[in-house]
């Protein structure tokens, strides 16, 4: 029977094609979309950490400023827990790095990290060679000692076997090999780590680390954070005078590679996807409710022959499940091609995720794919089925097939509404964020109107070569000198930011003598620069002057503000000349002499709140930055008028051991900032145009359905004097109380919807009337073109062509 069934179904569809074909499209779409988005929730959220006992590691840390995350601790605080955490099996720190190493006469930059000798076995990680990290290789004056990766290995050390004791210089040190690590370790405990050195961390030192901790078999994760609030007092204590902590706390480990705000925008992502998907099966389920109405004298006469009401539903169901299936083949290559714009965007290719992110179709995901399928059947099978089982037989034999289908059209009528409504909300998310990207666009950036032209790289110098700040100055002065005799290079500069992209850092500011405020000391985006840093990015001084060889390390420390800092700090006077505290209330704070003003400029991504932000010299740095890992920007005056091998060329031409990495443009650095609201505007976007397109789609079909099925009754009208307004009022009618409806339910589902959408960091609002009034519009636009071709189809009905078989 069930055969029989199937091929039953596969008959009535083949002598429909453009009705199974459009059927598929619009469920293999709306399929698609949504699977491509679970299998971003399976791979960012639901897939586990590939360590034993994935649910017990926990990141160790204070709570971040944004709440999402967690940030460094201090080592004392780390030493503290160390040996007095109870709820903790082991506890390890790391501190992430970037590794200069000497290859074929050259050093090549690899990310790594320092980590304590108990970090491996933490994360269960068994060398693939020689040995691990022991606690005496943490020892102040211990030898120095490395782990590679096998990636690097392989690559760098042609798999040498005997790997294990060959020296090899490291940031321009020689290290001892004792071990190799596999693949699979490539995350551990930064993505893409290649380099593992001991950390070493001596009482007093005060240094920024990262802490990893598994709870003990018998703890479970609220135990261990009362624990920490148990240790607050003693966790203050361990911190320098002068400096406070927003208290230790733990989170799952898993957080520091998939943030929580990150987790939720994906799952309100798979939320709107299953809205498509929700509107894909109305869709079929309208076009399937007409196919029954065309064969409900065919349905009747099978059930005046003995067909039970359950063969009835069963054989609706089943064209439903064929049609399904038959969309699994449009839905899955979506599904790839989707994962595949994903790893471009935010990788330049798959190895630049981490390795256990498999970005692609996996058994968890063809298992969905297959339950999707079975539930898109029911929910587009389930109401044709149940108005055909419903159908009065006795009153549609009499009618000879041309009964009333009132009961048909009304259910129809409602699933319109609904798609309406559906609409309306994806439309409203849709637009929530094309309007944050252009809220992004639209706000200058201070040094980005010259962004396709300028260059940037990172630049990390041998450590052991560059022991004091005079000497690395010494260095970038040189490779910028040489740089700027290029007939294609309008200027050159050195600094640890990137305008309207990479942030220097966050620091405390305040005027001298005041006192901290309640809400705690202002804060300023702060870039260390030298003197051609206006004229690389062409941001414009106001007042005052700009850096210049007077500012030495033994000289006045100064500093150039810019305009939002002026107006927070002295909105009625001139800046020029005046005093500013950096990181006041700290044993080492210093004062600074303002010496010129610029434009306001925005130092870290274009996502981030904007705030006043202020230069120092890169002269005076000393003991502020970490100069031997600074960026180098090259502004040519074409875009491409400068090569990644040419600036390589240049700073190995004054020192071959320096590792030249990420080079990028200004512009592509500022894009990378903004990937998140991208990919948030692109997919909700393409949602909303998809929904769009189904909503347009079920409007004409039902409209369509109606005046095909009115066709006698428009006859009559015309025959007894009706014109053509009042045909298309009959007809209007019933569009506009289904358009009526269904945006009245849609605007009360959107008002919620964009306050969940709603997000400072991301420039997106809630209740936004600069959304809501185009949505409505665009909604009625497309209801407009859609009722188009029925009404003039409505006007075009000859009475006697309509009256004749009667």
């Not at 179709?361 to 029911?378: N, P």
Request: hydrophobic letters at 50%; a positive charge.
């Amino acid at each position: 029977m069930i055969v029989r069934e199937f091929r039953e179904a596969w008959r009535r569809l083949a002598r429909r094609p453009g009705y199974a074909l459009l059927s598929v499209a619009v469920l293999g779409v709306g399929l698609g979309v949504t699977l491509f988005l679970f299998s971003l929730v399976n791979t960012l959220i639901l897939e586990p950490l590939p360590v034993p006992h994935p649910e017990r590691l926990m990141a160790l840390g204070e709570p971040s400023h944004s709440g999402n995350g967690i940030d460094s601790l201090d080592s004392d605080q780390y030493l503290a827990l160390r040996d007095g955490l109870r709820s903790a099996d082991e506890v390890g720190a790391y501190v992430p790095i970037g590794a200069g190493v000497e290859e074929n006469g050259g050093a090549r930059y690899y990310p790594g990290s320092r980590v304590t000798a108990s970090m491996m076995p933490l994360l269960g990680v068994t060398p693939l060679l020689g040995r691990g990290l022991l606690p005496s290789d943490e020892a102040p004056g211990a030898p120095d000692v490395v782990l590679l990766g096998e990636s690097l290995w392989r690559r760098g050390f042609k798999a040498d076997p005997h790997i294990a004791g060959r020296a090899v210089r490291i940031n321009g040190e020689w290290a001892t090999v004792v071990g190799v690590l596999p693949a699979s370790a490539a995350y551990m405990p930064v993505s893409g780590s290649e380099v593992w050195l001991p950390l070493t961390l001596p009482p007093g030192q005060h240094r920024e680390v990262r802490g990893v901790v598994r709870l003990a078999p018998d703890h479970q994760l609220a135990q261990a954070r009362a624990e920490l609030d148990a240790w607050a007092a003693r966790l203050q204590a361990a911190l320098p005078a002068g400096k406070h902590t927003r208290g230790v706390t733990l989170k799952p480990w898993k957080f520091s590679f998939v943030p929580e705000d990150m987790r939720q925008w994906v799952w309100l992502m798979f939320g709107a996807a299953a809205l498509v998907l929700l509107l894909a099966c109305v869709n079929v389920a309208n076009l399937q409710l007409v196919q029954t109405l065309q064969r409900r004298h065919e349905l009747a006469l099978r059930g005046a022959l003995g067909g039970s009401r359950a063969r009835l539903v069963s054989a609706a169901l089943t064209e439903s499940l064929l049609l399904s299936l038959a969309a699994l083949a449009v839905a899955l290559p979506i599904v790839h091609w989707g994962n595949r714009w994903i790893v471009s965007v935010y990788f330049n290719d798959a190895s630049g995720a981490a390795p256990f992110h498999h970005f692609g179709l996996d058994g968890r995901v063809l298992v969905a794919a297959f339950v999707a399928a079975v539930l898109s059947t029911a929910l587009a099978g389930v109401i044709p089925a149940w108005r055909a089982a419903r159908a009065d037989l006795q009153d549609v034999l009499r009618d000879g097939g041309k009964g009333s289908s009132a009961g048909f059209a009304r259910v129809t009528r409602i699933m319109v509404v609904a798609e309406v409504a559906l609409t309306v909300v994806l439309l409203v998310g849709a637009g929530t964020f094309l309007r944050a990207v252009g809220s992004v666009l639209s706000q200058p950036v201070a040094g980005a109107a010259h962004a396709t032209q300028v260059l940037t790289a990172n630049v990390m110098l041998p450590a052991a070569s560059y022991t004091d700040d005079a000497r690395r100055i010494r260095f970038f002065d040189a490779v910028g000198e040489r740089l700027r005799q290029d007939a294609g290079v309008v200027d050159a500069t050195v600094s640890d930011t990137v305008p309207g992209a990479v942030l220097g850092s966050h620091e405390d500011v305040s005027l001298p003598g005041h006192p901290q405020p309640a809400d705690g000391w202002p804060r300023a985006q702060m870039g260390i620069v030298d003197p051609h840093f206006l004229g690389t990015y062409g941001v414009h001084l106001r007042e005052g002057r700009f850096f210049d060889p007077r500012d030495r390390a033994d000289s006045a420390p100064v500093a150039v503000v810019d305009a939002k800092m002026t107006a927070a700090m002295w909105p009625r006077d001139n800046a020029v000349g005046r005093k500013l505290v950096l990181w006041p209330g700290r044993p080492f704070a210093l004062t600074l002499t303002v010496i010129g003003v610029i434009e306001p400029l925005q130092l870290d991504g274009v996502l981030e709140k904007s705030r006043p932000s202020l230069l120092l010299p890169l002269g005076q740095s000393a003991g502020q930055s970490p100069l031997h890992a600074v960026g180098l920007a090259v502004r040519a005056h074409v875009a491409g008028g400068l090569s990644a091998q040419q600036l390589a060329d240049a700073v190995h031409a004054v020192e071959p051991q320096a590792a030249v990495y990420g080079v990028r443009s200004q512009a592509a650095a500022m894009a990378e900032a903004r990937v998140g609201l991208t990919v948030l505007s692109t997919v909700f976007g393409a949602l909303g145009l998809v929904a769009l397109l189904l909503a347009g789609a079920g409007l004409y079909g039902v409209l369509a359905f109606s005046v095909a099925q009115r066709t006698r009754e428009i006859g009559i009208r015309r025959a007894i004097g009706a014109g053509n307004r009042a045909i298309m009022r009959e007809v209007g009618r019933q569009l506009l109380w289904q358009l009526g409806l269904g945006l009245g339910i849609g605007l009360l589902l959107a008002w919620p919807w964009s306050a969940l959408l709603a997000d400072p960091g991301l420039h997106t609002r809630a209740h936004d009337l600069r959304v809501f009034a185009p949505v409505l519009l665009i909604v009625l636009l497309v209801a407009l073109i859609a009722s188009l071709v029925p009404l003039l189809r409505a006007l075009r009905v000859d009475p006697a062509i309509a009256l004749r078989h009667e």
